[in-house]
């Protein structure tokens, strides 16, 4: 049971980061997507689940700032091995997307603050949290109808994609829920080896198609690791996957639906008013130079850090 309830939390978490990630991101059915391509997402963002789970566990991570240094080391594998976006611009792209979008949106926000509005005994925290998510998620998606590759879908297609990608990560919260009441113990070969193939695809193709990738990717790593476990040093066992144990109600996960509500209803109004405003560009303003901040931020509160002052 133990296997399988880990399994189970691995692939919940996976969906999780495909929504915040790809889903939220794109914020529409793109020409190229297609059920495989998706499910290869789905896969791919778990293994990744995978290594940031075990890093969580691990490192003892029990603080947002050391939580911040595990969604770094996923926003960086994601970015920097599985594709190659960390390298494309530089420095300004070590933090979009790496550090603005998956560590700060996806881990902080997505992973930690709506799993932790779930287990909440206010009735209504995930509802609001969710709500802000939705509007701003809704004037960031208007942004793609002024991207070169970007197109404006219709209210109904934007509607279905919102509501059907957010059913997914509703049962995948459930499921994360369900499944965190058995410690995650990943295997030790599990591990090896799925670190051996991150490494592999790395030297033999993200290597090949940006060289000096071998350089910048494992300063990186090294920085974050160095945070980690110095929290590590200074931590007790657990991690914050203890507190997403026990069960969410029903009316919790459907309050999640608020998301999509509020999104489509920017969306529409958008629509209706004919807007063409970069939006995008709010974002990228504010949170690149906050991704820098919040990294070095999380250095400097862990290696200055008293035993147990952030527990």
Known sequence: MRTLKNLLLVLSTGYIFVYFSEHLFWA?????????????????????AFIFLTVVTYFRVKNLWALFLAGAVFGWLAEGVVVQTTY???????????????????????????????HAPVSFSTLKLVGVIGLCSGFWAISM??????????????????????????????????????????????????????VLYFLFIAVPAVP?????????????????RRNQQQETNGSLLEHFRGRVSIWKLLSLFALPIANVAVYALALSLELRWQTNWILYLITTPLGFILFGVSLFKLWNRKHQELA
């Open 28 to 48: 529409r059915i793109r020409p190229d997507d297609s059920l495989g391509n998706w499910l290869a997402a789905w896969i791919a963002y778990s293994l990744i």
């Open 145 to 198: 109808w002024v991207e070169p590759d970007g197109g404006i879908s219709s209210l109904s297609q934007y509607a279905t994609f919102a509501f059907v990608t957010t059913l997914l990560v509703v049962v995948a919260y459930w499921l994360a829920s369900w499944s965190a009441s058995e410690p995650f113990t990943p295997n030790r070969w599990t591990t090896i080896l799925v670190a051996a193939a991150f």
């Open 88 to 118: 494309e611009m530089l420095p300004l792209s070590i933090s979009f997307t790496g550090l603005a979008w998956h560590a700060l949106i996806t881990v902080w926000i997505g992973w930690y603050a709506v799993q932790k509005s779930l």
């Open 212 to 228: 000096f990738a071998l350089i910048v990717l494992p300063i990186l790593l090294a920085l974050a690791y160095f945070g980690l």
